[in-house]
């Protein structure tokens, strides 16, 4: 029984050393994948116009919006987001923060049901574009959320100078498109990958014992 708690305890300590060396986790990330079409209050079809990608930073979080999966060339006219912390500053983008205020195109009109705008106003720019948000305790999970009127959509993008595909040709050269689906990835906390690493250290260790 001593040789199993010495082994267990020798396992804690190396599995702590090991994870102190290695790099820490990467820091968690939210993907919408923008998979409608928006018009007249609805979100409808199957499609792959991009995807908006939010990561954590230090005070706040990264956000990249691509859309030259769709269209090479292609540029991000707005962004709207839904958030459960207020943003308070930003930097790559002017941005407008009003809770259930914000429409995007013909969606969540008149009233509005996002909360954030990218920018402000204007253009953001040839894709992919990224830009930083801020706020107190604000991070990645603060936007998981969805708007609360008709598709319920995660988030919205207005795509410009897209005419080269059929689709957008015919609705002006533009396209307003949304996320309905959200896909999460999770990384685990330094604690526990520290828990883990020492559990299966000492497991490790115990079972060299026994086979001695």
């Given amino acids: 029984m001593k040789k199993k708690l010495s082994a267990l305890l020798m396992g804690g300590v190396l599995g702590a050393a090991l994870l102190a060396l290695a790099p820490q986790a990467q820091a968690a990330t939210l993907e919408f994948k923008l998979n409608c079409l928006i018009g007249n209050g609805t979100c409808t079809g199957s499609y792959n116009f991009g995807k908006v990608t939010i990561t954590d930073i230090a005070g706040g979080v990264e956000v990249t919006v691509d859309t030259t999966s769709y269209v090479a060339g292609s540029k991000i006219q707005e962004v709207v987001l839904n958030t459960t912390t207020a943003v308070t500053s930003a930097t790559g983008a002017s941005f407008a923060y009003d809770p259930n205020g914000i429409n995007i195109g013909p969606y969540c009109t008149p009233a509005g ?3 954030l705008n990218v920018p402000a106003r204007g253009s953001l720019g040839f894709a992919p574009q990224t830009f930083s948000l801020f706020g107190t305790g604000l991070d990645s999970s603060d936007f998981n959320v969805k708007e609360n009127a008709y598709s319920l959509l995660f988030a919205g993008v207005h ?11 015919t609705n002006g050269g533009s396209l307003f498109v949304g996320a309905k689906a959200d896909s999460t990835t999770k990384v685990p906390e330094p604690a526990a990958l520290m828990l883990l690493g020492s559990g299966l250290m000492g497991l490790g260790l115990w079972r060299r014992q026994t086979v001695k």
């Avoid at 795509?159 to 040709?169: M, R, V």
């Fill in 113 to 115: 049901c996002f909360d």
């Fill in 159 to 169: 795509i410009g100078a897209c005419g080269a595909d059929p689709l957008c040709s």
